[in-house]
């Protein structure tokens, strides 16, 4: 037995040194072929691109007496016109030199920069043109170009004006004065002509605007000064009308202080009960008070505030049918008790702004999805037990789900769990008793030289339910070795610290096969230690197929 069990360690160990071997060899090859990869793909490259990197051709250079330019020509395959060479400069190659060069050509540079409309190039263009070249380009150009960039400018400028909501009187004569530049500019067709149009068009209504701001102040200041009720009121009602309220702010307040003082006798009540149905946003009192404003002498003058009196009667309607709906909801919801519906009602009428108006409905729903989160707990510890075999988790979830009243939610996971509880009580026993078995007792067992067959038959299950392989428990020479063993080895320890959970329904079959013709009684006459070791394995297997079973 040592000697075959020697022979299987060396050859394990022989197994794993040649995979190391083989993986090093595989990583070697491997980076050998990246290497061969790479060195191809250079190659390829320097071929499609020659010797300097310039797309394919030979290149013969000669340096500048200046640093900062250098002139390379390049002879290539003819192509389809003929090309003297090509002009490699740094960012000062404009700058001109003591040697004669021969000048970009700027000419041709501008005419197509002005086609396609590039304002930052041009401008830099021209930038550079002034400073070295504007005799070789031409003045006349370069100033139709500079004008073309005004033109462009001042565009850009008319845009922006038009694209803003609010104008100061700043901003509208910055306006004026740009659309004035637009008929001035020599280039002033340049500027697209919708652009124009827009502009002028949002330059005369700004004025107008601006003229009758100034019209409804003068008459606003007229109507503060000569106390008049009538003219004030209609002063004020056109800066409504006409959407100024931010312009006149400071104006209005005043107003309303001139009001409390100008009121006549009888509408002050109206207003105030008007004022205050709406502040309080009660249904029947601002439905009293649209009746009482609109039968009274002031019916006109009121007309704004009985308007929003009457907005804000649709609006509570419209929040009242909301409330409704969302308390059919919630009602739905906990009548269900389904999680998922109750956190969406939940969400929705939070979302919706209904939890103030709401707050009995919203709390009953919250106490229900509380409940519904500690059942769905306790039924998932009871479930986590009775997978595991835990004595203690079963007996505390079962304790648990007692205590907080769930007996009728989770009547059949709790009768399961109890079932498997009184069963896992009796296991407990029996390994209190297997754990009081004496040296002596197994020792006997561990003396036959040709044990009992009942005897055989109860180890065997017992290893099994163990871990241990069913062919090597055969041997009855192999189950006396694991019975030698002794600290965490040993067979009370390895009883004491068993899982239950760690049981495949194989090995529970087979060792269910192995002890099925053997009875208690018949074995208390062989051994008391082979009697116990039974009774244990008997109800570990018992419990491991009645689980499948409830699975």
Avoid at 18 to 34: F, G, Q
Avoid at 366 to 378: C, F, P, S
């Amino acid at each position: 037995w040592y000697q075959r069990r020697v022979r299987k360690q060396w050859y394990q160990r022989r197994v794993r040194v040649e995979k190391i071997w083989l993986l090093v060899i595989c990583i070697l090859l491997a980076i050998v072929l990246l290497i061969i990869i790479f060195f191809i793909v250079r190659l390829r490259r320097e071929k499609q691109t020659g010797k300097h990197g310039l797309g394919g051709y030979e290149t013969k250079g000669t340096a500048t007496d200046s640093p900062a330019s250098m002139v390379i020509k390049v002879e290539s395959a003819p192509p389809a016109k003929p090309v003297e060479g090509i002009m490699i400069v740094s960012n000062a190659a404009l700058r001109p030199t003591t040697r004669e060069r021969t000048p970009p050509d700027l000419a041709a540079k501008l005419d197509q920069l002005l086609k396609g409309r590039d304002e930052k190039k041009l401008s830099a263009l021209l930038e550079t043109i002034n400073e070295y070249y504007k005799d070789q380009v031409g003045l006349d150009k370069v100033a139709h170009a500079q004008d073309v960039l005004e033109a462009w400018r001042l565009e850009a400028e008319l845009q922006g004006f038009c694209n803003r909501s609010e104008m100061t009187p700043e901003d509208i004569g910055a306006l004026k004065s740009a659309v004035q530049r637009v008929d001035t500019a020599r280039e002033g067709d340049k500027v697209h002509p919708m652009v124009v149009k827009h502009a002028r068009q949002r330059l005369k209504s700004e004025l107008a605007k601006q003229a009758v701001i100034a019209e409804l102040r003068e008459r606003l200041t007229h109507a503060l000064q000569s106390d008049s009720y009538e003219d004030l009121e209609t002063v004020v009602e056109t800066i409504r009308a006409k959407q100024f309220d931010s312009v006149f702010e400071k104006e209005l307040e005043y107003a309303r202080v001139q009001f409390a003082k100008l009121t006549p006798p009888g509408r002050s009540a109206v207003e105030g009960e008007l004022t205050s149905a709406i502040t309080s946003r009660n249904s029947a009192a601002l439905q009293r008070a649209i009746q009482k404003a609109e039968g009274s002498a002031f019916r006109d003058a009121l007309v704004g505030q009985i308007a929003v009196a009457k907005r804000t009667v649709t609006e509570l309607e419209e929040i009242k049918q909301l409330q409704n709906l969302h308390r059919l909801k919630i009602a739905t919801a906990i009548k269900s008790g389904e999680i998922k519906k109750m956190e969406t009602a939940l969400s929705n009428a939070k979302m919706d702004g209904c939890g103030e108006d709401l707050k009995i409905e919203i709390g009953d729903l919250e106490t229900a999805l509380k409940r519904r989160y500690l059942q769905k707990r306790l039924k998932g510890n009871l479930n986590v037990a009775i997978q595991n075999l835990d004595l203690v988790k079963l007996r505390r979830a079962i304790n648990e789900v007692t205590a907080s009243g769930f007996l009728k939610e989770l009547g059949i996971e709790l009768d399961q769990a109890q079932g498997l509880l009184s069963k896992l009580e009796r296991l407990d026993l029996i390994k209190k008793a297997v754990l009081e078995l004496t040296n002596n007792n197994i020792a006997e067992i561990k003396s036959y030289t040709a044990p009992p067959v009942q005897v055989h038959k109860v180890l065997m299950a017992l290893l099994i339910v163990l871990g241990e392989e069913p062919d090597v428990v055969r041997d009855w020479f192999e189950i006396q070795v694991i019975l030698v063993r002794t600290g965490r080895h040993s067979l009370k320890r390895r009883v004491q610290e068993y899982n239950h959970a760690n049981l495949s329904i194989g090995n529970a079959r087979r060792a269910a096969n192995i002890i099925n013709d053997l009875s208690p009684e018949e074995l208390s006459s062989i051994s008391k230690a082979a009697k116990v070791f039974y009774l244990w394995t008997s109800a570990v297997v018992e419990d491991r197929l009645s689980l499948d079973i409830i699975k």
